[in-house]
């Protein structure tokens, strides 16, 4: 051995210089430094990050490389960076095991476009190489098969039902079940049926994430799905007048109930604030449509992060018409924009409560208050 052999504890020593921003810890106390190999001053690891959807890979591997070229001795840095998805919490009754995060969307009340936003997150998820399910959970108006532009009868395999797959993303939607001009007159436990067996009967497969678009209010779908599987947390989809506060505080205040009976948690994600601001499509000025304090103000009040704001944009509409969502028809937007670093900051939520300890999470106050 020369003098200055490289060993692999000083290789992990500089690497604790290197900080998740979201998990707020070193990378090397998280596990996140795999198969390191020195030969002859030549050094080569893996980073395997929490998702794929992290904003800051490029960042934290140049801050890698440079904490380990100060080693002496060392001659190159060679590192790779990959991603696997850490599980939520794997309850008891759970039956999507190989689904490692179940994320809801809901609102307070219909048209605030939880279904947009669902299948807009669910490809830009996809589209950073992450395994993405969609489960259209409103069964009484289902939009999935619109707003993705398809109406494929899915595949029965082993009495399992296969998802349809477009744009990246595998879905199920009550949409691709039923005729087109089929009304249904849903009573409660017909609704709990339903969603479960979106969930069961189902070959949803090994999932990194699967977003659920929940029917607006305050009913069955959010309970069945809850306690059909330790969801991993619960989006809300506002838009920003004054009383959009109210409704999503009613939303929170659901779900806290929910989590009451339960006895697990049901953490709120985040919110997403949509249609808060205009683009205008000539000048491209952005301008505020509503007075009020919008989403910023309520996840302060309501003691929850703000996700992000979408602009509101014709265009939008006009995709989900067309059944090409937003984020493929104009990559470019600023609401494509928009609904990528979302998705990157639910990503980033996602690790941050598979890691933490749920009973330390407990422990810390909740700022929202009735
Ligand atoms: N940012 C936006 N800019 C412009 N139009 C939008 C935007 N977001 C949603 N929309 C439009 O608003 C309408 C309602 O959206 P969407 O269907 O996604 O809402 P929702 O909350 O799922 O409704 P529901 O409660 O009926 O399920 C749609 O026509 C959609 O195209
Ligand atoms: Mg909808």
Not at 213 to 218: E, F, I, N, V
Not at 337 to 361: V, Y
Request: proline share 7%.
């Amino acid at each position: 051995m020369s003098e200055h052999a490289v060993t692999e504890q000083q290789v992990l020593d500089a690497l604790r210089a290197v900080i998740d921003p979201d998990l707020r810890r070193d990378i090397v106390s998280l596990g996140f430094v795999k198969d390191v190999k020195i030969c002859d001053g030549n050094v080569a690891f893996k980073i395997e990050l929490t998702t794929p959807a992290c904003p800051v890979k490029d960042l934290m591997k140049s801050q890698a490389i440079q904490a380990v070229q100060q080693i002496p001795g060392v001659k190159s840095v060679n590192v790779e960076m990959t991603a696997s998805v850490r599980s939520r919490q794997v309850g008891v009754e759970d039956l999507l095991p190989n689904v490692r995060h179940v994320i809801a969307v809901a609102s307070g009340k219909g048209g605030v476009g939880k279904s947009t936003v669902s299948v807009n997150l669910a490809v830009a998820l996809a589209q950073t190489g992450a395994k993405v399910g969609l489960l259209d959970a409103d069964v009484y108006g289902p939009s999935v098969p619109l707003l993705m532009g398809t109406r494929e009868t899915p595949h029965v395999v082993n009495d399992k039902i296969i998802p349809v797959e477009r744009y990246g993303v595998q879905m199920m939607s009550l949409g691709f079940l039923l005729p087109d001009d089929q009304a249904v007159i849903w009573r409660g436990p017909m609704v709990a049926g339903t969603v479960r067996q979106l969930l069961t009967d189902v070959e949803w497969g090994e999932k990194d994430y699967l977003i659920v678009d929940l029917p607006p209010g305050t009913g069955d779908a959010p309970m069945t799905l809850s306690q059909s599987v330790p969801i991993t947390g619960v989006v809300i989809v506002m838009t920003p007048q004054d009383v959009a506060f109210t409704i999503a505080a009613k939303s929170v205040a659901m779900f806290r109930k929910l989590e009451e009976g339960l006895g697990r948690p049901i953490p709120i994600l985040g919110i997403i604030e949509n249609m808060a601001l205009f683009a205008c499509p000539h000048c491209g000025e952005v301008t505020r449509i509503f007075s009020g304090g919008g989403g910023e103000q309520a996840a302060e009040r309501l003691g929850v992060p703000l996700l992000g704001s979408i602009p509101l944009d014709p265009t939008i509409s006009l995709s989900g018409d067309e059944g090409v969502p937003a984020i493929i028809a104009h990559p470019e937007s600023a609401q494509a924009q928009a609904f990528r670093q979302i998705a990157q900051a639910l990503a980033a939520q996602c690790s941050i409560h598979s890691m933490a300890d749920h009973t330390l999470l407990r422990n810390i106050p909740l700022i929202w208050r009735s």
